[in-house]
Nanobody, 126 residues
Framework: EVQLVESGGGLVQAGGSLRLSCAAS????????IGWFRQAPGKEREGVSC???????????YYTDSVKGRFTISSDNAKNTVYLQMNSLTPEDTAVYYC????????????????WGKGTLVTVSS
């Protein structure tokens, strides 16, 4: 059974940093596409950052425009964990962040993720 468990959310001041972690089980993070999505209050869910499966060797990393240069997605196969390093946070980054796996990652797009965690709340105060 695939499970994704997020951690690392919390309250941070604007300009601060957080690192989200996603512990994966039931699969190896290198073998599936993985990504982070978020949903802010009153807004639609959006893909934040995704990475193609390491084993596919497509070598595609996607970032939505608003986080480029501030957020970094990574994975640790030894720990079977996915990370999202978030720097220079703004109140507009306030949202529930979801770890996802097994979908489509293309240049400029990330969608159709099959597996979702329950989410972790990130709140950025001004």
């Amino acid at each position: 059974e695939v499970q994704l468990v997020e951690s690392g959310g919390g309250l941070v001041q604007a300009g601060g940093s957080l690192r989200l972690s996603c512990a994966a089980s039931g699969f190896t993070v290198d073998d599936l596409e993985i990504g982070w999505f978020r949903q802010a209050p009153g807004k639609e869910r959006e893909g934040v950052s995704c990475i193609s499966s390491i084993s596919s060797k497509d070598n595609i990393t996607y970032y939505t425009d608003s986080v480029k240069g501030r957020f970094t997605i990574s994975s640790d196969n030894a720990k079977n964990t996915v990370y999202l390093q978030m720097n220079s946070l703004t109140p507009e980054d306030t949202a529930v962040y979801y770890c996802t796996a097994d979908g489509v990652v293309k240049v400029g797009a990330c969608f159709g993720m099959e597996y979702w965690g329950k989410g972790t709340l990130v709140t950025v105060s001004s």
